[in-house]
């Protein structure tokens, strides 16, 4: 069985590229949450606040993968309005019961990570292993490594457990 995947939605890269480079430190699999739906332009920036903001659900196309195949999930999403994004919801209701251990991160532009793993939490129904929150500015002069590595390694030692 493979140990760990990484399951994260991104619109606009940042938690993408979190994603990628914890998958790679974790030897871990990367599936990415996708919609049918495009969240282009304003129409989409105000579609995506207006979700976040009510707590609403997203339609999600059906993973690729089943998460229950693993012993981790590392679940990312991009903070909206203080809240996870919508797709994420959508994610954990829809897999809540195909979830192995969790552990969370995110991405943000400058606050909001706490009231965003106490939702997934609630969602997933367990406590994480782990957090990580990762500012879109370490993204992108890519001196998240510090933080990254914290993590990768809680996660690497449990993963050994
Ligand atoms: C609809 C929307 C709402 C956002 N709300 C917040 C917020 O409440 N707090 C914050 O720090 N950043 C907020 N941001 C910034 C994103 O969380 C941040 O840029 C994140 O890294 C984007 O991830 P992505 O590139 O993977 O989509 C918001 C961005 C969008 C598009």
Redesign the pocket.
Known sequence: MVPAIVIYY???????QVARVLAERLSADIQEITEPTSRQGLKG?FR??WQ?RGKRLAPILPLAVDPSRYRLAIIGT?????SMASPVRSFLVDYREKLPRVAFFC??????SASVFQEMEQAAGQKPLACLTVK?RE?TSNSFTEATEKFAVALLTWLKG
């Open positions: 991104s619109l606009t890269g940042n938690t993408r920036l995506s606040i976040a991009p903070v909206w309005a203080f991405t943000l532009r400058s606050s909001g879109d993204v």
